[in-house]
């Protein structure tokens, strides 16, 4: 058992723990080291993460070897359009005695896979909302906690492609990391089909369990910030809006709408994960850095003029460093 009464030897477990979990992890997904790393801290952070990337790059699968790993219960949820609320939440049906039960949807998990959560309407994407923000579901008035700790790990397609709908500002606000998935290089590929055409079988051993996780959600909250660190966070953010006194040119020029302040409290929260991860009892501006584009890529809104030019959201992030 770890011992969460002392921080700083729960930090220094947390270092070897987050080691394990990345090398059980490699046994199943090769490369994408940069995704790896933030999903784990999106979760030791409380947060849930969005993955976006065409189709066949094992989104899915690095979330559910994830889930193995950390020794949780997991759900998948596939969004399709015909996909209704009550499909996520659960339902109340008529039981023998003809008394209203509620039946528990897929919702109730440690981990919730939304699988191409964007190829559904937002009515559907919207039944996530109250899961995600408050930790439970309501139906007829009355509230049923979900199981902690709880995390929506969601997929997405492009938006570009056919059959998909944008994910609502408020719902994407929710998520606390938008990472993106690349094609892997040639040398990760030629290991990919090696591993996925033989008969060769792996076994994921749990690493984490809930309590520890929680245990560690917790000693993130006690991280020390100095105060240096908490100004640059609130600073970053407030140069992504466009028209106010800290915004650059190019910042007006580019952006339609900046990042609120969930993003930087979510700067922060990822900035005290990531100083742990890396064996530090502190966050400094580096960490800050090392998440802010994927705290902030979903959370600035670019203007037609950015899109006709092609200015990515990450070079408008980058700008602003």
Do not use: C, W
Not at 143 to 161: C, G, H, M, R, S
Not at 251 to 265: D, H, K, M, T, V
């Amino acid at each position: 058992m770890i011992d969460f009464t002392n921080d700083k030897i729960a930090a220094d477990n947390l270092v070897l723990k987050v080691k394990e979990l990345k090398k059980e992890i490699s046994k199943v997904i090769i490369g994408q080291d940069e995704v790896v790393n933030g999903l784990i801290i999106s979760i030791l952070s409380n947060g849930h993460a969005l993955l976006i990337g065409v189709p066949g790059l094992a989104k899915t699968l690095l979330i559910k070897t994830i889930s193995e790993a950390l020794d949780l219960s997991f759900n998948r949820v596939q969004f399709t359009p015909d996909l209704m609320p009550s499909d996520i939440i659960g339902s109340e049906i008529l039981d023998e005695a003809k008394n209203f039960k509620f039946n528990k949807g897929p919702v109730f998990a440690n981990i919730v896979l939304a699988d191409e959560i964007n190829r559904t309407p937002p009515k559907t994407q919207a039944a996530l909302l109250e899961a995600m923000q408050e930790k439970n579901v309501t139906l007829s008035g009355t509230k049923y906690p979900l199981d902690l700790p709880f995390f929506v790990l969601a997929t997405q397609n492009p938006i570009e492609q056919e059959g998909t709908y944008p994910l609502p500002e408020a719902q994407l606000d929710r998520f606390m990391f938008n990472m993106i998935l690349d094609y892997p290089s040639k040398e990760e590929e030629i290991s990919i089909v090696k591993a996925t055409t033989s008969e060769q079988s792996v076994i994921i051993n749990p690493i984490l369990n809930q309590e520890e996780i929680i245990g560690f959600q917790e000693l993130v909250k006690r991280v020390p910030v100095s105060d240096h660190v908490f100004e640059y966070a609130v600073g970053l953010v407030g140069k992504t809006r466009a028209n106010r006194e800290s915004a650059t040119p190019f910042i007006n020029e580019y952006l339609e709408y900046g990042a609120g302040p969930r993003a930087s409290q979510y700067l922060i929260i990822g900035a005290k994960t990531n100083a742990l991860v890396n064996g530090k009892y502190s966050p400094d501006i580096e960490d800050v850095q090392a998440v802010a584009k994927m705290v902030l890529r979903h959370r600035i809104v670019r203007n037609y003029k950015a899109e006709s030019q092609g200015i990515s959201a990450d070079q408008i992030i980058e700008s602003i460093f």
